[in-house]
Nanobody, 121 residues
Framework: QVQLVESGGGLVQAGGSLRLTCAATGSIFRINAMGWYRQAPGNQRELVAAITSGGSTNYADSVKGRFTVSRDNAKNTVYLQMNSLKPEDTAVYYC???????????????WGQGTQVTVSS
């Protein structure tokens, strides 16, 4: 089993910054890629940023230049530094991991429970 726990969300004014953290725990052999998704009420869940074990990153066009995803492979942790936040960034942010379990070596697509980010103007 792979568990993902997000933290770092909160209420911030437009132009402010937040850093989200996602820690993966459990029976983990390897995590290939980790990413952040977000979903606002009435909207479809969308990919915000992702990073592979090799450090390759991908960002949604709407956050390029403002958000930075990073990863600590030794700690199975991924971060999302969010700067210059806008009200349209308001959403629940979910951590995702493409993981291989150590017990069964099964590939698991794991999700955290989400952390709320609210940007006021």
């Amino acid at each position: 089993q792979v568990q993902l726990v997000e933290s770092g969300g909160g209420l911030v004014q437009a132009g402010g910054s937040l850093r989200l953290t996602c820690a993966a725990t459990g029976s983990i052999f390897r995590i290939n890629a980790m990413g952040w998704y977000r979903q606002a009420p009435g909207n479809q869940r969308e990919l915000v940023a992702a990073i592979t074990s090799g450090g390759s990153t991908n960002y949604a066009d709407s956050v390029k230049g403002r958000f930075t995803v990073s990863r600590d492979n030794a700690k199975n942790t991924v971060y999302l530094q969010m700067n210059s936040l806008k009200p349209e960034d308001t959403a629940v942010y979910y951590c995702n991991a493409d993981a291989i379990t150590s017990i069964s070596l099964r590939r698991m697509d794991s999700w955290g429970q989400g952390t709320q980010v609210t940007v006021s103007s």
